[in-house]
């Protein structure tokens, strides 16, 4: 069990972050902190309207950082059910990525 | 085109080709209901509980493969609906669910039937949105049906004010053609790697078994499904939400596995060396104790949800993508590499599990003694079913014993005619399902298998059944206790019966239906059970309920022994184990 640090980029809209708080609880996972702004800078958030052709103009999205405390199997559970949630765009925990529509999992390729 | 709130939402499901709309109407639905009334496209069901919409919007999208639409009103009429769509969550439905909202500037004051159904309703939806402007809707019941209907499938709920529907204020209306949802992206197709690599194991395996579940049916693969097994000639299990995707009087399939499953079913998964699970989910009924599962296994998982693969079992392959696709993907590869096929590799797989069939598989000739000495079986009520309906029902279930009874001995040979609660178990479900695929396909056979708990839980559409003339024919397996609860009572309490009789406070069943216009026949004899069940089959305009007396004592078998047990560890009778 270590404390891991998770970024999500998601759609900002009414009831999207009661939707991943909602989830922790639901799926018996804890979250020791948590912090949400929207992004202003999308220069670090680059890659993701490139892979997902997409383009983020202001206001759209925002940014969550949430800490918790956890260990390698459950964190990529809460990876991929806070990924399955429609309004996020983006989640990453430093060590793998998802993006929407595009699955990467280094452990079972 | 200008519309109103109210005539857009309408006018946005006709659009979507809604046929049935189930619901019940209320004082936050109003507008709505008056918008249904002046239309001629759809057909509104009222149902006598929000329950009932919600079950025969499941049971109609579960045997067509399109969405059910529910229509509630705001307060109790959506906390009613919640039962419903959680049923239809857990098993991946196609549903929307429209629920009226008080009106915008009354939100967040206690107003009368008042309640924040989006909130309620969040773990247990896909999604949900609330409409805050007209101009709005049609882009929300476009994405809502795309959402609900594509992926894993589920329910999605339009929360949506009164006001928004008001009459009186007219905005553009355009129905869009299409929808791109930028963080909804599910997958289709499979990574071509990953069909090499299951390919390779399906040629280098000596003991392999399928194992297919409810999201091959989602993905409607079950020729996909049937082709695989043309090439490679591998045993199939099914879970309970599978049944009928993969024929089961095909000499290849083992039965159900899981909590209930036959022998042999459950003996081919812990002895296989490879698993091919596909739009299945581990469930806890499926795999027992999770480390003692098929302890010699590879594990290939085939699912469209990502969150699904190496939840519960460690997938050693995984394919994402629609089931359909990934089962053409490898049926494309594997008849281009058939002379590999070694068939004689799996004779001595073939020749075990025949001899586990033999030694422990289930009776299916109960049906056959007709003496009087003996109380009813529960099973042979539902092979009389089977033999009397040629086989060819929609069946529907509730839940408990009698569940589980028509899951081992009705044989489905085809996809979406097994219609149940088969993750959240819902009591109540049987009955308003069967009246949403009724009416689906009014001109074929559709049977309610439930027990007298069950069928109590939503007995109210009786009323329901009687008003749009739906001729269902429902056995009711009457064993005078809650059956399940009481065999774990017999098994893991010592016999200690907490709460599972109703003493003598039973309705006369056969009376009661009568009093709706129905038919009711009363079985209690052994010798009176093919004739009973005959009859009913040949009554075609009523709807006909059979009450049939079987054995209070008689147990569901075989049962997975839990807590602590593997998929080998099996109750074969009443005190007889492996």
């Known amino acids: 069990m270590i404390e891991r640090q998770l970024t999500l980029i998601m759609e900002n809209k009414p009831g999207a972050l009661a939707r991943v708080v909602g989830l922790f609880h639901q799926r018996g996972y804890n979250i020791d902190s948590l912090h949400v702004d929207p992004v202003e800078d999308f220069v670090p958030y680059k890659f993701i309207e490139d892979e997902l052709n997409i383009k983020f103009s202001k206001g759209e999205v925002s940014r969550l950082i949430i ?3 956890v260990g390698d199997a459950l964190m990529r559970q809460i990876l991929r059910q806070i990924n399955k949630l429609i309004e996020v765009i983006a989640i990453s925990d430093n060590e793998s990525t998802y993006l929407k529509g595009i699955l990467r999992d280094e452990n079972l390729l | 085109m200008k519309l109103a709130g109210n005539d857009m939402l309408i006018q946005s499901l006709i659009n979507e080709g809604v046929e049935y709309i189930f619901g019940y109407p209320g004082g936050a ?3 709505i209901y008056d918008s249904i009334f002046q239309q001629k496209e759809m057909q509104h069901i009222l149902v006598r509980h929000e329950q009932g919409a919600t079950h025969a919007a499941d049971g109609y999208a579960r045997a067509t493969g399109k969405p059910g639409v529910v229509m509630v009103t705001s307060g109790p009429g959506a906390t009613n609906a919640i039962t419903g769509i959680a049923t239809a969550f857990m098993d991946s439905i196609p549903m929307i669910v429209i629920s009226g909202q008080v009106q915008s500037h009354l939100i967040g004051t206690d107003a009368f039937q008042e309640t924040d159904m ?3 309703s969040r773990p247990i939806v896909k999604h949900s949105f609330t409409v ?31 006001d928004i529907t008001s009459p009186d204020n007219l905005f553009d209306f355009e129905y869009p053609k299409e929808v791109n949802i930028r963080s909804y992206n599910p997958p289709l197709d499979p990574d071509p790697l990953q069909i090499e690599r299951v390919v390779e194991a399906i040629l280098n395996a000596n003991q392999p078994v399928i194992y297919a579940g409810g999201g091959t049916i989602s993905s409607n693969a079950s020729e996909e499904l049937k082709e695989l097994n043309s090439y490679i000639n591998v045993p199939v299990t099914n879970t309970l939400m599978g049944l009928g995707v993969y024929p089961a009087t095909d000499e290849k399939f083992l039965g159900m596995l899981g909590m209930h499953g036959t022998f042999q079913a459950n003996m ?6 490879l698993i091919l699970a596909i739009g299945a989910r581990f469930d806890d009924r499926i795999t027992n104790t999770p ?5 010699n296994a590879q594990i290939v998982h085939f699912d469209v949800d990502h969150s699904s693969v190496s939840k519960i079992i460690e997938a050693d392959i995984a394919v994402f993508g629609q089931v359909k696709n990934s089962l053409t993907a490898i049926n494309s590869l594997i008849k281009k590499r058939s002379a590999e096929i070694d068939s004689t590799k799996i004779q001595k797989w073939h020749a075990q599990i025949a001899e586990w069939k033999n030694s422990h598989g289930l009776n299916h000739d109960l049906y056959k003694d007709t003496s009087d000495d003996k109380p009813i079986l529960p099973q042979a009520v539902v ?12 069946v529907t279930s509730d839940v408990g014993q009698h569940q589980m009874f028509a899951a081992q001995y009705y044989h489905f040979d085809e996809p979406r005619k097994w219609i149940n609660s088969g993750g959240l178990g819902t009591m109540g479900f049987g009955l308003p399902s069967a009246m949403g695929v009724k009416l689906a396909y009014p001109n074929e056979e559709v049977v309610c298998i439930t027990g007298e708990g069950s069928i109590q839980m939503c007995i109210q559409e009786l009323s329901t059944c009687s008003q749009y003339k739906l001729p269902i024919k429902i056995f009711n397996i009457n064993n005078l206790s809650l059956g399940m609860v009481k065999q774990w009572q017999d098994m893991n309490y010592d016999g200690r019966h907490s709460s599972i009789s109703y003493e003598d406070s039973l309705p006369d069943f056969k009376s009661l239906v009568e009093s709706y216009g129905h038919v009711g026949i009363k079985i209690t004899k052994n010798s009176e059970l093919k004739n009973g069940i005959e009859k009913a089959f040949s009554i075609k305009d009523k709807l006909v309920f059979v009450d049939i007396f079987v054995d ?4 569901v078998y075989p049962m997975l022994v839990a807590p602590n047990g593997s998929l080998k560890d099996m109750w074969l009778s009443k005190g007889n184990k492996t």
Do not use: C, W
């Not at chain 2, 609900?148 to 949506?160: F, K, L, M, N, Y």
């Not at chain 2, 081919?268 to 060396?273: E, L, Q, V, W």
């Not at chain 2, 309906?389 to 929609?394: I, L, P, Q, R």
């Open chain 2, 552 to 555: 209070p004592n008689e147990h």
């Open chain 2, 383 to 394: 092979q009389h079913i089977y033999q009397a309906s040629k086989g060819d029902a929609f």
């Open chain 2, 29 to 31: 639905a109003l507008h």
């Open chain 1, 67 to 69: 800490k918790t405390t």
């Open chain 2, 118 to 120: 989006i909130g309620i």
């Open chain 2, 132 to 162: 805050d402007h007209q101009s709005n809707i049609a882009q929300i019941v476009k994405e809502a049906f795309h959402i609900a209907t594509s992926g894993r499938q589920g329910p999605v709920v339009i929360d949506i004010p009164k």
């Open chain 2, 291 to 295: 480390e003692k599962f098929a302890p």
């Open chain 2, 268 to 273: 081919a998964m812990h002895n296989a060396d």
